[in-house]
């Protein structure tokens, strides 16, 4: 987690949305990789687009009020250099610390919010793949703190159960609020079945193992994280045309639901990372 704090103090966002974060390509690599760009860029930013996360409890344990801190959270993950990829930005950050300086953009962005929830008795499922719960932690925080009453789950996948940055706090919530549930689902973790969100849908989970029942009608998705896991269709010849890997999308229209877009509002919202 990297908590960066404006220096104009303005630290107000809807949960759900992003500001951009940067570093110099002249800052050192914890990794020490060979970075072919640095040369030839040396006195340029590397800008990338993070979304905004949440610490969930204050300091006195109660839900975080975010209008009350004095900086953002980000929930980033290092990434290690491959044979053709050397990541550019995080592998710097690592090495920040306390008081040392970052480039955050002037303002935050973004439409993945939780805008057009406005029953509180409705069903609202987040589901994310690794640092893609970053904004779904600061959607569930503003959810229980307005009192919502509907069943809120949040599944999310990683690797192993290690890489589960927030577990602790998501299972404190759960303790507290009856109709919070965590679902994680480490995909590499010796002695458990290897499952994809995808997965709780074909396999009815919700209903049979949490007695939550989605309904196009009353339901709202929200999906961040991995293009793939997503799995939204391309426009062709005026149809929709989904990947060939089944995303999330794909089987929620299926059951009725649609996709929410700026001119056609819908219960299927999402944000690719990559």
């Given amino acids: 987690m990297l ?8 630290t107000s966002y809807l949960p759900g949305q992003y500001a951009s974060l940067g570093i110099g390509y002249w800052e050192k690599r914890i990794d020490n ?9 040396w006195d340029k930013l590397i800008r990338r687009s993070y979304s905004i996360s949440s610490r969930i409890f204050d300091d006195y344990g109660y839900l975080t009020d975010e209008n009350g801190l004095d900086e953002l959270e ?11 990829n050397i990541p550019a930005l995080t592998p710097r950050l690592a090495l920040k610390k306390t008081g040392d300086r970052i480039y955050l ?9 939780l805008n057009d929830v406005q029953n509180p008795k409705a069903e609202i499922v987040f589901f994310s793949t690794g640092t893609g719960e970053a904004p779904h ?3 569930i925080i503003d959810l229980l703190r307005k009192g919502h009453t ?10 192993q159960n290690a890489d589960l940055g927030y577990a602790d706090k ?25 499952r994809y969100l995808q997965d709780l849908l074909r396999d009815n989970d919700f209903s049979e193992k949490l007695g939550v029942t989605l309904s196009p009608e009353t339901s709202h998705v929200f999906l961040c994280g991995n293009p793939a896991m997503i799995g939204s269709p391309e426009a062709i010849d005026g149809k929709q045309v989904f990947p060939e890997t089944v995303g999330v ?11 929410d877009r700026r001119n056609a509002p819908g219960n299927i919202h999402f944000e690719e990372y990559w």
Avoid: C, Q
């Fill in 74 to 84: 980000f929930y980033i993950v290092l990434v290690p250099p491959t044979s053709d």
């Fill in 150 to 159: 509907g069943p809120i789950i949040s599944a999310v996948t990683v690797r």
């Fill in 137 to 139: 932690n600061g959607m």
């Fill in 170 to 194: 998501h299972r404190e919530l759960e303790e507290r609020y009856p109709n919070y549930h965590y679902v994680p689902m480490p995909t590499r973790e010796e002695g458990v079945p290897k």
């Fill in 33 to 41: 990789a060979d970075d072919p760009e640095a040369e030839k860029r």
């Fill in 249 to 259: 999308v794909e089987l929620l229209v299926n059951e009725g639901f649609t996709l």
């Fill in 3 to 10: 908590g960066v704090k404006p220096d104009n103090g303005d």
């Fill in 105 to 113: 953009g002037p303002k935050v962005a973004g439409r993945y919010t």
